[in-house]
């Protein structure tokens, strides 16, 4: 039996995504960053964007 290679490596993946929003966010104020990530997040179609989104919604009903 040979050795598998892996074709895929998510250490590899979460640091070049760090260091992409690292450069992203530089220069930014940790405020700017978190309007900028809301901003984002309501644009977005992700299934993590429409959940937060939904889960405000509920909040802003209950409250």
């Not at 290679?5 to 260091?19: A, G, H, L, S």
């Not at 978190?34 to 984002?40: A, P």
């Not at 179609?45 to 405000?56: H, M, S, V």
Request: hydrophobic letters at 30%; a positive charge; one cysteine or more.
């Amino acid at each position: 039996m040979g050795i598998k290679r892996k074709t895929f490596d998510c250490v590899q993946m979460k640091n070049d995504i760090q260091t992409q929003l690292r450069k992203e966010h530089e220069g930014m104020t940790d405020e700017e960053i978190r309007m900028k990530l809301l901003q984002d997040i309501e644009q977005s179609n992700t299934p993590f964007a429409r959940a937060l989104r939904e889960k405000q919604r509920r909040e802003i009903l209950v409250s």
